[in-house]
């Protein structure tokens, strides 16, 4: 019975290393200094359990589990950009949020010492939580524009020309970097479409690490019709750039948490409860590096039974053994231990 329990735990922790291991990114090291500085090994084993039985959806021949069920996963387990292919869509975020970072640290939009210096009078008033959510109100008084290029837009050119999903997260990102968070506590999140042929269904948001236990915080951004701004009544002839009471605080005539009070107010939420829970998460990163959560859905083997009560086999990147449910109307998938087969095999039913 102890070999036994002892071959079990010995197969988890090569399960939890293999699973975790990206095809673009570098291995997962269990409890490496990365994994030690964000969490315990309770947590990263809890993290891997929830993982395992996560829901996993298919578009365009990837599978990636929903942002909720990977959490915490994301922080506890390092960045890594050495091994990432050129073309990879995750280096290529890396990159892009890196530039946005250079072109910041030579300009910065007028007034925005006075929201850094907000936002870190407020942390140490009230707290992480609280700085977080007047960050992310601030960030959220510009106006959402469609229809911008593919680059990371840094605050200056943001906070003039407004911008997409991506350019509130880097906003963010750099607000709360500027304010004194530590890196390790911030991850860009990029999240994939849901479908096959909805290319434009990506959207990227910012997660904040809390010091006190539970769950990060999701700092969502407005969509492209966002309810209207306090004060743009005033001033509806202008489309992009700064709310008019954003404008307000930049200049001095307001205080930074005037946005709190706001129609819009802040939209963060816990992981779980935020409205991106369900969504499925492909890539996280900052300006140090990145961790892909996706992989290449599996493919058909060769049947090893004859029959047709045998169900087809299938096999991940890694070469693991795949068993499919059949059953299902959309490409969604789950990840279980088969308790009737070998241990190294795992079936997966689609939903």
């Known amino acids: 019975m102890l070999l036994a ?3 079990r735990c010995v197969l988890r922790v090569l399960f939890a290393v293999a699973f975790c291991t990206p095809a673009e990114g570098g291995a997962a090291v269990v409890g490496g200094p990365g994994a030690r500085h964000a969490g315990t090994t309770g947590a990263l084993e809890a993290g891997i359990e929830r993982l395992r039985g996560a829901t996993w959806w298919e578009a365009n021949r990837k599978i990636r589990p929903e942002l909720a069920q990977v ?33 910041h640290l030579t300009k910065q939009p007028a007034g925005w010492n006075r929201l850094v210096a907000q936002v870190r009078a407020q942390r140490a008033k009230a707290g992480d939580e609280s700085a977080v959510l007047l960050a992310d109100a601030l960030v959220n008084e510009v106006r959402y524009r469609d229809g911008t290029d593919g680059t990371y837009y840094p605050p ?4 003039a020309e407004s ?9 963010k990102y750099l607000l ?14 990029s999240l994939a479409p849901r479908y096959n042929n909805t290319p434009d269904d990506w959207h990227v948001i910012l997660v904040v690490q809390m010091n006190a236990p539970g769950e ?7 969509t492209a019709s966002p309810a209207r701004r306090a004060g743009d009544a005033l001033d509806a002839s202008h489309s992009t750039g700064p709310s008019a009471l954003l404008d307000a605080i930049l200049a001095g005539r307001k205080p930074a ?17 935020s409205g991106q829970a369900e969504r499925p998460l492909a890539t996280v990163f900052n300006e140090t590096g990145s961790r892909s959560f996706e992989r290449d859905a599996p493919s058909p083997l060769r049947r090893t039974s004859p029959g047709r009560a045998v169900s087809p086999m299938y096999a991940d990147e890694l070469g693991q053994p795949w068993q499919v449910d059949g059953s299902g109307t959309f490409p969604k998938w789950r990840v279980a231990a088969n308790e009737s087969a070998s ?3 795992l079936r997966v039913a689609a939903r």
Do not use: N, Y
């Open 5 to 7: 329990r002892l071959f």
């Open 71 to 103: 959490g915490d996963l994301m922080f506890l387990l390092p960045l890594a950009d050495s091994k990432l292919q050129p073309s990879s869509d995750a280096i290529g975020r890396v990159q892009r949020l890196r530039d946005a970072l250079r072109s």
């Open 156 to 159: 200056s050119r943001f906070f």
């Open 163 to 171: 911008g997409v999903c991506k350019d509130f997260a880097t906003a």
């Open 176 to 189: 709360l970097r500027d304010a004194g968070f530590e890196l390790a506590r911030l991850r860009l999140v």
């Open 216 to 222: 990060p915080l999701a700092l969502d951004s407005p």
């Open 257 to 273: 948490d005037a946005v709190l009070r706001a129609p819009s107010g802040p939209l963060v939420a816990a992981l779980a409860r």
């Open 343 to 345: 241990p190294a095999l």
